[in-house]
């Protein structure tokens, strides 16, 4: 796991496990909040990853930005220590979840992205998959101190959405705004449409953040 970063009275630590997972953990005194949550098959140990972190507190907000297995399916089992924890993402993102073939796709990859990383046997949690607060373009999030306002992002997906902190001027993205390469490279991520994708970077620019946390 990388170092904190602290901005403000907010700070955020890479909870990720393995190459190609996606999760922060984003809280201060009053909140903890996860940005996406990975792999099924790495679910239990970024669940620990948190749990390190905040100790007896509890996670209370789990943010999906689009429906993609790499970026929800951990989410399943990070419930299984913080139940209680309320899971926000797109009403489009939420209907993809009630679709068994969808939920098929989802653990066929997760499985075949296992076994390439030498993972053959462990426990898949993706039934349990749940939205608990679907949200669309212009909703807040009020969690604890923190307001994360909803935009709509799509152009990797159909579904994909970050969430803004205003207050912060800090931007949970989405793949469409381009991944981090690790280096110095933001690199594009469109899949359903190039002209979205414009469309939703154009979006961005407008709201002018001064941070990014890219996702990945």
Known sequence: ?????????????????????????????????????GFSFTGFDMAENIKAI????????????????????GSANVLRYWPDAKVVAGSYTADIFKRPGARAVMMEMDNKFAEKCGICEY?????????DIPVEQGDVIVAGNLRFKVISLPGHTKCSIGFYLEEYSLLLSSET??????????????LVSFKDSLES????????????????
Do not use: W
């Open 1 to 37: 796991m990388h170092n904190d970063y602290i901005y403000k009275d907010i700070k955020i630590k890479d909870v990720r496990v393995n190459s190609g997972d996606s999760g922060f953990l984003i809280y201060n005194q009053d909140v903890a909040v996860l940005y996406d949550s």
């Open 54 to 73: 905040l100790g007896e507190r509890k996670l209370d907000y789990i943010l999906l930005t689009h429906s993609h297995y790499d970026h929800v399916l």
């Open 123 to 131: 426990e898949y949690c993706g039934d349990e998959l749940r939205v």
């Open 177 to 190: 705004l381009g991944v981090y390469d690790g280096n110095k490279a933001i690199m594009p991520s469109f």
């Open 201 to 216: 970077i154009d979006k961005i620019v407008k709201v002018k953040p001064e941070r990014i946390l890219c996702p990945h």
